[in-house]
């Protein structure tokens, strides 16, 4: 049983109450708890040692990364967040200086984003560091009314580029809280996620809600610098001694595109919003987003369509896009 | 340095924002988030393979754990819980009965509270299962302004009976949420917290914020019938096969009473209410508690000092407690 199958069995039978208008599922739980016109945002995530990240990682930017995985969760919503509460496993005999710059990096990216921290519980995980961290926001309900999930037509849009964490910003990314609230406020986002497994992952799961599928062109996609550097010379491992140590191996090699393209479809960690609108409104969305967030590419790269499944259209053709990211448990 | 020690280093520059009514240190964190007259609760919590239960312990059981650890510190603030979000670590090679039954123990214990589980993140954790838990509730703001720290001449009362955990109540306690909101509803409750750390343990933090000091009474203290049983038989090792792993050995025994005093001292996980409230109350309150909760006892277990330190009279005398429970990372 894989990570999503057994996330699938076990939402099947979760407790609900009148709270919830969003459960189990999607980037975030949305709770509807009297506030007249918000939502409050509730998203938990965690990165464990040898996992999410090499022991040897500066344990600043680890922190950072923590922190900033629950950030770009938000961001997908269009939400802002408000504090957070940490989660700390450590070995009996952990460093303090160590931890202190574990805590520097979740306390400056928290502040960075107007987060609070407000409390959290140490114990310990005798074998490696982990952290999971809890963090709650609001969201305008106009904003959670818009979100119909992808339909036909729609267009596909990817912020930034695709394909660079395995060279680091996997630790550096920066989770797209202006971008994701801007949009929302501006544009009716059927659907937004954030790239978190990988393309080839995560849109099979943004359109699971309606059932459409998609087709995306390749030339259109965004690859980074990096994964390209990478791919061009042939290295197979992280270019940075802090790269992620997963995947280790990447068992969808063998169906999804290899080199740069492939990371870019596949490695996951990216971070970026992947964002899901009315065709009418791409362009205005670019012509718009020049001019609010001019360093920041935005791509289409591809439509929604009726027929379930994505596939990849390139010269030769359209192919079956294998629904594969990194998965926990294979 | 210890658990302690590390949590008051990194609590202290912690990042806030407007919304922070009670940040890291009390049972959960409150936030004012614009509606009228609530604040919300927001606490985390974790249990571990081999530290806080034993890998043979029944995973049913361990699920309600996980929940009612946090649960129990919604009930010490008088609150109401709503949702949780859970974080699963799993090593690489689980059985998906055992995770079912895990999610079993979870589900029945926040239905049994009215809790939604609205989330989660599953990741590996290669060596051991831990499970982290997020839990938002609400508060009313006439609560929270009660909630004056521990005054001087103040009663010290104690919910249920202490001592019990190691004979299997650290895995089958119930969070007294229905008595916490009654408290709360009905007296000027100026502190309260949950039992997690034992008597000697999280009494002394109870009085932190108004540096206040406390008697308590040792023939008032209510000892459990486990405790007792497990004094007189001498036996060392938890009396059943599903007790906590901690505390292996109990670095204390030495400075506190042993026998089934030391235990309802010190063992821990009790999840019992331990309550300060002005002394006039006293009376009116165990009238109404006999009233409203005949199953459940109440005691009086001594009252706030002005002086800091906490003493325990005897027959013999007072002597001062020194003030330790289960403590990670020593």
Same mark, same amino acid.
């Given at each position: 049983?894989?990570?999503?199958?057994?996330?699938?069995?076990?939402?099947?039978?979760?407790?609900?109450?009148?709270?919830?208008?969003?459960?189990?599922?999607?980037?975030?739980?949305?709770?509807?708890?009297?506030?007249?016109?918000?939502?409050?945002?509730?998203?938990?995530?965690?990165?464990?040692?040898?996992?999410?990240?090499?022991?040897?990682?500066?344990?600043?930017?680890?922190?950072?990364?923590?922190?900033?995985?629950?950030?770009?969760?938000?961001?997908?919503?269009?939400?802002?967040?408000?504090?957070?509460?940490?989660?700390?496993?450590?070995?009996?005999?952990?460093?303090?200086?160590?931890?202190?710059?574990?805590?520097?990096?979740?306390?400056?990216?928290?502040?960075?984003?107007?987060?609070?921290?407000?409390?959290?519980?140490?114990?310990?995980?005798?074998?490696?560091?982990?952290?999971?961290?809890?963090?709650?926001?609001?969201?305008?309900?106009?904003?959670? =009314?818009?979100?119909?999930?992808? %339909? &036909?037509?729609? !267009?596909?849009?990817? $912020?930034?580029?695709?394909?660079?964490? @395995? +060279?680091?910003?996997?630790?550096?990314?920066?989770?797209?809280?202006?971008?994701?609230?801007?949009?929302?406020?501006?544009?009716?986002?059927?659907?937004?996620?954030?790239?978190?497994?990988?393309?080839?992952?995560?849109?099979?799961?943004?359109?699971?809600?309606?059932?459409?599928?998609?087709?995306?062109?390749?030339?259109?996609?965004?690859?980074?610098?990096?994964?390209?550097?990478? =791919?061009?010379?042939?290295?197979? %491992? &992280?270019?940075? !001694?802090?790269?992620? $140590?997963?995947?280790?191996?990447?068992? @969808? +090699?063998?169906?999804?595109?290899?080199?740069?393209?492939?990371?870019?479809?596949?490695?996951?960690?990216?971070?970026?919003?992947?964002?899901?609108?009315?065709?009418?409104?791409?362009?205005?969305?670019?012509?718009?987003?020049?001019?609010?967030?001019?360093?920041?590419?935005?791509?289409?790269?591809?439509?929604?369509?009726?027929?379930?499944?994505?596939?990849?259209?390139?010269?030769?053709?359209?192919?079956?896009?294998?629904?594969?990211?990194?998965?926990?448990?294979?």
């Amino acid at each position: 049983m894989n990570e999503f199958e057994l996330i699938r069995q076990l939402c099947a039978n979760l407790p609900v109450n009148d709270s919830v208008v969003i459960g189990a599922g999607d980037d975030c739980a949305a709770l509807d708890l009297g506030l007249s016109d918000t939502l409050l945002l509730l998203k938990t995530d965690a990165v464990v040692e040898g996992i999410h990240y090499h022991s040897d990682a500066d344990p600043a930017r680890i922190g950072r990364k923590a922190i900033n995985r629950c950030l770009s969760d938000i961001a997908a919503m269009g939400g802002v967040p408000t504090a957070a509460v940490i989660t700390l496993g450590l070995p009996a005999k952990f460093e303090f200086p160590y931890v202190q710059a574990l805590y520097a990096g979740l306390n400056q990216a928290a502040q960075d984003a107007g987060v609070a921290i407000v409390g959290g519980e140490t114990t310990t995980n005798p074998d490696r560091v982990l952290i999971s961290v809890a963090l709650i926001g609001t969201l305008p309900k106009t904003v959670a =009314a818009k979100r119909t999930g992808a %339909q &036909p037509g729609d !267009a596909i849009f990817v $912020t930034g580029e695709l394909g660079g964490s @395995q +060279a680091g910003k996997h630790l550096d990314f920066i989770p797209r809280l202006t971008e994701g609230r801007w949009l929302v406020q501006n544009f009716d986002i059927h659907a937004m996620k954030d790239l978190s497994d990988g393309l080839a992952g995560d849109l099979p799961r943004l359109l699971e809600r309606t059932g459409a599928g998609a087709e995306l062109l390749a030339h259109a996609i965004p690859i980074s610098r990096a994964a390209r550097l990478r =791919a061009a010379t042939g290295s197979p %491992q &992280p270019a940075a !001694a802090n790269g992620p $140590t997963h995947p280790p191996t990447r068992p @969808q +090699a063998t169906r999804v595109p290899g080199g740069a393209l492939g990371a870019a479809l596949a490695d996951g960690e990216d971070f970026e919003l992947l964002i899901v609108l009315p065709a009418k409104q791409a362009v205005p969305l670019l012509d718009a987003w020049k001019k609010e967030f001019p360093a920041l590419p935005l791509t289409c790269i591809g439509k929604v369509r009726p027929e379930p499944g994505v596939t990849l259209r390139d010269k030769e053709g359209a192919r079956p896009l294998p629904a594969h990211g990194y998965v926990h448990f294979e």
